[in-house]
T-cell receptor, first 114, second 112 residues
């Protein structure tokens, strides 16, 4: 079985500062890793995903994440935070290509300080 | 971009009543999912559906739950006899099997 741990249920950064949201995973087989964003009263939107290949993946809205197998991590970063980045962020893992049940972390609420 | 839609956006029901949550997945997608998110908790997998049958279900998805794709476009989640602890946001998702799942906006179910 796979699992995801997101360190920090709440993260606050100043506008223009670096955003770093942490995600560690556990999986007995090579994982597929995802970051989803949830804006208030909306559904989940895929930010980026890692399946195979290049370990640094770029997503929408200037976010990127790096898959580090040795650290079992998939941390999400953005060089410069924008007010519109305020949302809940979920890291997720799956291990099947096709019928890919997602296992989510508990989420990190990102607050941007003006 | 095509979207997954869900109705209703908010459903209030009394304990013991049956509810049906409706989803219209993206038209050329083949895999369908239900997830739920209890307030303040993480999103949890309930069930996946492919080729008109359940592919996988979680331990949450007990005999009170069922899914159906009645007409080739809708995908429904039925809870036969709701309990207070069923109160949650329920998300439908669909995919073509390319690892990207598209989520609907959710239905907030409140059981009183």
């Amino acid at each position: 079985a796979q699992s995801v741990t997101q360190l920090g249920s709440h993260v606050s950064v100043s506008e223009g500062a670096l955003v770093l949201l942490r995600c560690n995973y556990s999986s007995s087989v090579p994982p597929y890793l995802f970051w989803y964003v949830q804006y208030p009263n909306q559904g989940l939107q895929l930010l980026l995903k890692y399946t195979t290949g290049a370990t640094l993946v770029k997503g929408i809205n200037g976010f990127e994440a790096e898959f580090k197998k040795s650290e079992t991590s998939f941390h999400l970063t953005k060089p410069s935070a924008h007010m519109s980045d305020a949302a809940e962020y979920f890291c997720a893992v799956s291990v099947d290509f096709g019928n890919e049940k997602l296992t989510f972390g508990t989420g990190t609420r990102l607050t941007i300080i003006p | 971009e095509p979207e997954v839609t869900q109705t209703p956006s908010h459903q209030v029901t009394q304990m013991g009543q049956e509810v049906i949550l409706r989803c219209v997945p993206i038209s050329n997608h083949l895999y369908f999912y239900w997830y739920r998110q209890i307030l303040g908790q993480k999103v949890e997998f309930l069930v996946s559906f492919y080729n008109n049958e359940i592919s996988e279900k979680s331990e949450i998805f007990d005999d009170q739950f069922s899914v159906e794709r009645p007409d080739g476009s809708n995908f429904t989640l039925k809870i036969r006899s709701t309990k207070l602890e069923d109160s949650a946001m329920y998300f439908c998702a669909s995919s073509k099997g390319t690892s990207k799942q598209y989520f609907g906006p959710g239905t907030r179910l409140t059981v009183t």
